[in-house]
T-cell receptor, first 114, second 111 residues
Framework: DTAVSQTPKYLVTQMGNDKSIKCEQN?????MYWYKQDSKKFLKIMFS???????INETVPNRFSPKSPDKAHLNLHINSLELGDSAVYFC?????????????FGPGTRLTVL | QKEVEQDPGPLSVPEGAIVSLNCTYS??????FMWYRQYSRKGPELLMY??SSGNKEDGRFTAQVDKSSKYISLFIRDSQPSDSATYLC???????????WGAGTKLNIKP
């Protein structure tokens, strides 16, 4: 069983389009995250949701909007895509109170903006 | 200046060698330290977790934390080609706080 899943795996689109990436976790965790990983492999936190409340927003442009219909899902919607949005986007989840602070990552969505 | 510094490599070593990967940090409040491994085109996965200072060993892997020097290390003994991956360090001040990530070191073990 896949613990953290993302769809789609690959996304190629034109500048100016709007797109969404979906994430689901079946671990029963209460916190979910979105990360952006650029070509140099640097992981940058974008958002996290804990019990449906946004608790981190790292100065991400407001073209990016996270949506959490329930604690097992955290989707990412991106408006007016730009070339600089090309990256791999990872969803992750964790459980508050876990002793090892572990975050479980999905397989990533490779976004290419042309 | 980033709070967590990590040499991106790439680091290439022969099979069987001992590998040393390192991160330095500037925030003395960090007390939870992690190493994640990321294979190509996969998500990161937790490899080692250490709280505060000291060593932790798990098989061929040893994580070391020196809080006085603000320096953490990951040692891999008897390295295997299957260890070829990017290794990212991450750390936080509190258990469920935001993780602060290093840039990742790309490691290649040559058969």
């Amino acid at each position: 069983d896949t613990a953290v899943s993302q769809t789609p795996k690959y996304l190629v689109t034109q500048m100016g389009n709007d797109k969404s990436i979906k994430c689901e976790q079946n671990l029963g965790h209460d916190t979910m995250y979105w990360y952006k990983q650029d070509s140099k492999k640097f992981l940058k936190i974008m958002f996290s949701y804990n019990n449906k409340e946004l608790i981190i927003n790292e100065t991400v442009p407001n073209r990016f909007s996270p949506k959490s219909p329930d604690k097992a899902h955290l989707n990412l919607h991106i408006n007016s895509l730009e070339l600089g949005d090309s990256a791999v986007y990872f969803c992750a989840s964790s459980q508050q109170g876990a002793t090892d602070n572990e975050q479980f990552f999905g397989p990533g969505t490779r976004l290419t903006v042309l | 200046q980033k709070e967590v510094e990590q040499d991106p490599g790439p680091l290439s070593v022969p099979e069987g060698a001992i590998v040393s990967l390192n991160c330095t940090y500037s925030n003395s409040a960090f007390q939870y330290f992690m190493w994640y491994r990321q294979y190509s085109r996969k998500g990161p996965e937790l490899l080692m977790y250490t709280y505060s200072s000291g060593n932790k060993e798990d098989g061929r892997f040893t994580a070391q934390v020196d809080k006085s020097s603000k320096y953490i290390s990951l040692f891999i003994r008897d390295s295997q080609p299957s260890d070829s991956a990017t290794y990212l360090c991450a750390m936080s001040a509190w258990r469920n706080n935001q993780l602060n990530w290093g840039a990742g070191t790309k490691l290649n073990i040559k058969p």
